[in-house]
């Protein structure tokens, strides 16, 4: 069903309200003035599949929204990319999710109403379904149960087709990170930040939190902010710096981070570009508000790596 593309996304994919300005609420009925409202598309998943669009690489993406307006932005959105969405289910009984983005230069906050988000099958995703396609990328892991529950096997049917993985996490509401030792064996790729890495292996040291996740077999690539990035592989660790941009709003950064990674990846570059190039996609990222908007075309990212 999905020969010749070169990733498959799979998780969340949902409209972000991007509030940014004087976002620290205050209740009692208290008005405030914000400076900027954004309704963009969004997602982890969703921002990866764009992403990656947007860079060449053929993507699909496999997510669940509803039937609403939310859900028709998220598809319009999507297919204005070019990403492949007929793996995007639609539900009439349940809204797309939403989240909103209290966003600074400095930090962000996120509230998010799952809703549809939570129906995602990844068992719909069989050997035939997979077959053709050269990457699986599985995204919000916490956000969507059955993904918790699935990805182990999905992961196993990818390796089945010749296809390698990559996961990235994302938060953990609940705070248990349960579910996520289980799928690293099968795992090629762990794409965590810094304190997703730290609390999912109970380490506070980041080389010990990177030791844990390499023992399990993955490669590891962690997103650092204005530290830039850092990598483990056989050969060890690996830093590079960030990339100085203009900041308007880092929502989505880690998830473009990912596109920069993937793609170099699939290009067959060494880790350490893979990583540079995740570092300066990420950065170029927080050029616009929501994590889409000022995804880096190739021509621009191979203009910020030269």
Known sequence: ?????????????????VLRGDVRPRFGQAEQWLTAADLVLAGSAGIVAAGLARLGVRTALAAHVGTDA????????????????????????????????LSTPQDRAIL?????????DPGLLTVDVLAGVRHVHVASFFLVPGLVRGTRALFERAHAVGATTSLDTNW????TWAGVAEV???TDVLLPNTAELCALTGHADLDAAAAAVRAAGPLLAVKAGADGAHGWDADGRHDVPATPVEAVDTTGAGDSFDVGFLAGRLAGLPF???????????????????????????????????
């Open 70 to 101: 939310f859900g028709d932005l998220v598809l319009a959105r999507l297919a204005e990319r070019g990403v492949d969405t007929r793996l995007v289910t639609r539900d009439p009984d349940v809204a797309t999710g939403l989240s909103v983005i």
């Open 184 to 186: 690293l064996p099968v």
């Open 112 to 120: 998010t109403h799952a809703a549809a988000i939570t129906r995602l």
């Open 172 to 175: 953990d509401p609940d705070g």
């Open 272 to 306: 350490v570009e893979c990583l540079r190039r995740g570092a300066t996609a990420g950065a170029l990222s927080t050029r616009a508000a929501g994590g889409t908007a000022a995804q880096a075309t190739a021509a621009e990212l191979d203009a910020a790596l030269s």
């Open 1 to 17: 069903m999905l020969r010749d593309t070169d990733v498959l996304v799979v998780g969340d994919a949902n409209p972000d309200l």
